[in-house]
């Protein structure tokens, strides 16, 4: 049966259709012709390369054997070293080497004693001259305006060590064994003395680029004021006692007459700037407190400071303090624990 003249479109397609050849016209001649692009190449990867590449080895230098031998002989040079104070040549991680007697010494066996290894060169105490060197003197008029001494607070009465002895006589033998109190720390009495003393934290403050001060700072960028609170505390703030609040009263007091504890601030070779005392210094006893900068302690994980202070473990870990003395502080900043005993 034939289609149909109304069959779909579809049906339509399929349908042959006769071709015929089309002459170009002249104007179609007379046309330039497009530039066709090459295809393009096609680039073998490493893998292939890699597997039709033929092996080449390089001869080993001669400077690379020398560099090896080298290394070989310096590990024998320094597999015999000793410590100098105990004589052993264990722990050898912790032997230091000084780099101009080429001693060594564990890093406990020194005293004061080396925490870290040091960065730079390292001298052993026979060889270091310079553990008490005075870097910059100062006039007594400096010394006053540096600590902000105040002139007109000569007129307070200063704390009577007698009034104390019998306010501690009242008490029963029962409270001393409960508790024991914290002592006010009793400056030098000559007046010259404390000067020295004075003059050589001012020293140290000044070549580290710090600026002397007796309070807790709260700058920009940093911890706010209000976040170092004691309802933050885990676990609970403690509280000093009335009879403790009035002898850290009488240390500020004391402090701001330029009656400082008797210490001395010395510069040593190993550990930088340590303090020592310079006078008998009971137990119990208030030095200084511990200022500085206040920041969180997530914004110094990476800070390589060693005389960061914990002012605040929060129960919430991104709400802890951390006090840092690197730009603002006292002497406190050179005191270190872990070489603060003698026999």
């Not at 080298?70 to 024998?76: K, N, R």
């Not at 024991?180 to 009495?189: D, K, N, Q, V």
């Not at 009879?243 to 009656?259: F, H, I, N, S, V």
């Not at 119990?284 to 920041?295: K, M, S, W």
Request: glycine share 4%; aromatic share 6%.
């Amino acid at each position: 049966m034939a289609p149909s003249s109304s069959a779909s479109p579809a049906a339509g397609l399929s349908r042959p259709v006769a071709q015929r050849k089309v002459r170009p016209s002249a104007d179609y001649r007379r046309r330039p012709r497009m530039s066709v692009s090459p295809p393009p190449k096609k680039f073998r990867s490493m893998v292939e390369i890699m597997k039709v590449a033929k092996r080449v080895e390089l001869p080993v230098e001669e400077e690379e054997e020398d560099d090896e031998e080298s290394e070989e002989e310096e590990e024998d040079d320094y597999g015999e070293v000793v410590c100098e104070q105990c004589g052993s040549g264990e722990r050898p991680e912790e032997l230091l080497l000084c780099d101009k007697c080429n001693k060594g010494f564990h890093m406990l066996c020194l005293r004061p004693i080396v925490v870290r290894v040091p960065i730079g060169p390292w001298h052993c105490p026979h060889c270091s001259g310079d553990q008490h060197r005075i870097i910059k003197s100062f006039s007594q008029k400096k010394i006053v305006d540096f600590f902000r001494i105040q002139k007109e607070s000569q007129m307070v009465v200063k704390c009577s060590s007698a009034q104390d002895t019998r306010k501690r006589r009242k008490r029963s033998l029962v409270f001393h064994k409960r508790r024991r109190r914290l002592s006010l720390y009793i400056p030098t009495e000559d007046p010259h003395r404390r000067l020295v003393q004075m003059a050589s934290l001012a020293s140290a403050l000044t070549v580290l680029d710090m600026e002397f001060s007796d309070e807790l700072t709260y700058m920009p960028g940093m911890a706010r004021k209000s976040s170092n609170s004691a309802k933050f505390e885990s676990g609970g703030m403690q509280v000093l006692s009335k009879e403790d609040t009035e002898t850290l009263e009488q240390c500020r007091a004391m402090y701001k007459r330029g009656e400082c504890p008797p210490l001395m601030v010395v510069f040593d070779s190993r550990e930088g700037y340590t303090v020592e005392a310079d006078g008998p210094i009971k137990d119990l006893t208030i030095l200084a407190e511990y200022t500085g900068d206040v920041d969180y302690i997530r914004n110094r994980q990476e800070d390589d400071c060693d005389s960061m202070m914990t002012l605040l473990l929060a129960r919430d870990p991104s709400k802890s303090l951390v006090i840092c003395p690197d730009k603002r502080g006292n002497i406190s900043r050179f005191i270190n624990g872990i070489n603060n005993h003698s026999p």
